[in-house]
């Protein structure tokens, strides 16, 4: 009898154990659950169902976490995992006309992705990471109408329907070349363990671009921070790139303490703005980078030198416009692409202010007079910004952000989109009166639990399209964001 009655309390105690443990998990299953009922009940909108839909798939994330680890213990293996819902929405504005890629007052959109990051150690120094994907959903305007454009979530495909695709699949080998070594904190795509401040890294397979170059702590993650595709990169870094962001190539990284060198080759889409690469570096881009960390009063900041060349089969500007003036025809960008260069270069910067303040800054110019071939419609940028952290208020997980972005093309680019010539993201059908793009965006992140975020996100856009008779127009942003 004592022993039929022990099972049960000891059952009983080590249920409690493990809900005392993932309490976190507990409350939010709990409250997503009731959160997606009453949704049900009240309201069958399909932003509605997606959004707890979301949130259901963040707790469910969440719930495979692995077991604890020491500290100090490098890892052999990870599963981290992110979901990240968000919607947008515009102002009225003014817009006497559009065209085919015109932003549309009174519109709005939302995406959905959840992502897995599988690691797993290799031998020593190699980590092989795959990172399967599942989207859904639309940017604004089918992305579309700004080349500042408000959402970083936002691909240029969309589908109403779930899809799943492997964005990343890579191999990271690390080679330390002395005997010091610093702890390396582990990351949605690299393992916690130690290194050798003097190290050569080489990465293949397919990534982002954005993974390894163009870096900013303060500005350059539009699931974290900032949106707008011209704060979280330069606006000019027209970076090798599919439809979804990603690429297949390889890249070296040399650190050298308070240096860091970075050269990689990567596949260019097989026409601009394609979903598919073209293989076998037919069409390729060559990036370098160049790093230097350093104090400013005891703080610590950044710079970073990041050029670009691009080698595929792009259109000349003028060309375009010049055949469909000599010919009666429309400007058609694709009959004139030939295989050529387009080049660029930006300077990025960040700098801690204070212990929960930081700055960033970047600048950017890229060839004005071919197509733009994989990112957007910039020829130069300049952005700078601040991040604060809510320790000043007593919600020290909190961010608020401030940014200003000034976006310009060519002469050449001008008189193509005033021609009814069509660019990446931007087309108002003309453009007799250019400008440049202005935008300021801010955003406050509230920390709901340790693992999930709560974002406000609102973005100002004068001239968008770099077209003065339309706008300006305001973009209203929520986003909900889980990570483990």
């Known amino acids: 009898m004592p022993n039929r009655l022990w099972a049960p309390i000891g059952l009983r105690r080590q249920i409690q154990q493990l809900m005392l443990k993932y309490r976190g998990v507990y409350y939010i299953v709990g409250a997503m659950i009731r959160t997606a009922l009453q949704a049900m009940m009240t309201s069958c909108t399909r932003p509605a169902l997606k959004a ?56 709005n959109e939302e995406t959905v992705d959840a992502t897995l990051f599988l690691g797993r150690r290799l031998w020593s120094g190699a980590e092989i990471w795959i990172g399967p994907e599942i989207d859904q959903g639309f940017g604004l305007d089918d992305t579309q ?3 500042g454009f408000p959402s970083g979530e936002a691909y240029k495909v969309g589908e109403n329907h779930p899809y799943v695709r492997l964005q990343r699949a890579f191999v990271r080998q690390t080679l330390n070349l002395d005997e010091r070594r610093e702890w390396a904190d582990p990351t949605q795509l690299q393992l916690g363990g130690t290194r050798s401040p003097n190290r050569l890294v080489l990465t293949v397979g397919k990534i982002s671009v954005a993974d390894i170059f163009d870096n900013n702590q303060y500005a350059h993650d539009p699931k974290n921070d900032f949106l707008n595709w011209a704060t979280i990169d330069a606006g000019a870094f027209d ?12 890249a070296l990284e040399w650190y050298r303490n308070a240096w860091a060198l970075r050269f990689g080759v990567f596949d260019l889409s097989n026409v601009p703005n394609s979903p598919h690469l073209e293989p076998g570096f037919h ?15 005891g703080r610590p900041g950044k710079l970073r030198l990041t050029a670009f060349d691009s080698r595929g089969r792009m259109g000349l500007l003028n060309q375009a416009v010049d055949l469909a003036a000599s010919t009666d025809t429309p400007v058609d960008i694709a009959a004139v692409r030939g295989y050529r260069d387009r080049l660029g270069v930006g300077l990025n910067l960040e700098q801690q202010l204070a212990t929960d303040l930081g700055m960033f800054a970047r600048i950017g110019k890229a060839a004005g007079n071919v197509e733009a071939y994989e990112f957007t419609d910039i020829d130069r ?4 910004g601040l991040s604060l952290q809510g320790t000043r208020w007593g919600r020290h997980d909190d961010t608020a952000g401030l940014a200003a972005m000034l976006n310009g093309i060519s002469a050449d680019r001008e008189r193509y989109l005033n021609a009814g010539g069509l660019g990446i993201l931007v087309g108002d059908g003309k453009l007799p009166f250019p400008g440049p793009e202005k935008i300021l965006e801010t955003y406050y992140s509230i920390a709901v639990l340790r693992f999930a975020q709560l974002t406000l996100d609102y973005q100002y856009v004068g001239n968008p399209a770099y077209n003065t008779q339309r706008g300006p127009v305001s973009v209203f942003a929520l986003r909900i964001h889980g990570q483990f």
């Not at 968000?86 to 006309?97: D, I, L, M, R, V």
């Not at 990036?287 to 104090?295: A, I, K, P």
């Not at 940028?381 to 700078?384: C, E, F, L, P, R």
């Open 52 to 107: 707890c839909a979301a949130a259901l798939l963040a707790a469910a994330l969440t719930c495979i976490q692995g077991g604890a680890r020491a500290a100090d213990q490098p890892e052999d293996y990870a599963v981290h995992g992110q979901f990240t819902f968000t919607e947008q929405q515009t102002s009225g504005f003014n817009a006497p006309y559009a065209g085919t890629n015109s932003l549309t007052p009174h519109t």
């Open 381 to 384: 940028s300049v952005s700078t």
């Open 145 to 147: 109408g700004v080349a």
């Open 239 to 250: 970076y090798a790139a599919d439809a979804w962001g990603y690429t297949v190539g390889a």
């Open 283 to 297: 069409e390729f881009q060559y990036d370098f980078e160049v790093e230097r960390s350093f104090e400013i009063g």
